[in-house]
């Protein structure tokens, strides 16, 4: 497991498939922390990705750490087969399960590292009595379901509060923001307190992933050695 001040998380949904493992070593040698997997089922989100036996090939694929992002209804049903399957992170919504607490405590019990998600229109307090539960909070910055979406700013004021609270609490939970992370907003996403930062398009997208990669992680890295 590793623990960059700064990560950046390529989600590969926006990788080529027919290519993953070429795609994954790009983003290695680009000095990705961790990778992002996208799982949906048709019913949380209006897309259907991947699933268990694709985590499965990913773990021998690459020896960073996966952040598997369920986007399923009621996820605690698949923690343990997840975690089995080679996920190091497993990140649950709030507003997919009625037992969040139940769910990140199975994650943990699994023996991986826990994290709590929210949609754009979901506040943050509502994740106030499980913040010693998690390992991440992965704050939505756009509506999850589809790569290449338009980056909605509300998530700015999701990160400060959060970090606000890691630092009056003495927390040590990472905070992560996911969707429309680019070079243009990811120095003031560093600034505000976010420390790992999920990007799909603005890596895969890119003519050269590793080095898209590195540039951002170049530009959080900077932004959060000048944050006060
Ligand atoms: C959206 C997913 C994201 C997505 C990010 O539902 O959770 O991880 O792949 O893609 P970009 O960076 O293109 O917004
Ligand atoms: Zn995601």
């Known amino acids: 497991m590793t623990f960059d001040p700064i990560e950046i998380a390529p989600s590969i949904l926006s990788a080529d498939f027919s290519r993953l493992g070429e795609e994954i070593r790009a983003v290695e040698q680009g000095g990705a922390s961790v990778i992002h997997v996208d799982v949906m089922d048709g019913q949380f989100v ?16 690459t020896r960073l750490p996966l952040d598997v992002h369920l ?32 769910a990140l405590s199975m994650i943990r019990e699994a023996g991986a590292q826990a994290g709590a998600v929210i949609n754009p229109s979901t506040p943050v307090v509502t994740l106030s009595d499980v913040l010693d539960k998690v390992d991440t909070v992965l704050v939505m910055s756009v509506n999850p379901g589809f790569g290449g979406q338009k980056f909605i700013p509300i998530a700015f004021s999701k990160i400060r509060q959060l970090a606000e609270w890691r630092a009056r609490y003495n927390a040590d939970y990472r905070i992560a923001v996911d969707g429309g992370v680019d070079l243009d907003n990811i120095a003031q996403l560093a600034q505000a307190g976010a420390n790992t930062f999920v990007a ?17 992680k170049r530009a959080a890295s900077k932004a959060l050695s000048q944050r006060v």
């Open 200 to 216: 799909g398009t603005s890596v895969f997208h890119m003519p050269d992933a590793g080095a898209a990669t590195r540039e951002l």
């Open 71 to 102: 986007m399923i209804d009621r996820p605690e049903r698949y923690v343990q087969e997840f975690v089995r399957a080679g996920a190091d992170r497993v990140l649950v919504h709030q507003e997919a399960t009625p037992h969040l607490d139940r």
């Open 46 to 61: 209006p897309n259907i990705t991947i699933g268990i036996p694709v985590v499965a090939s990913l773990r021998k694929a």
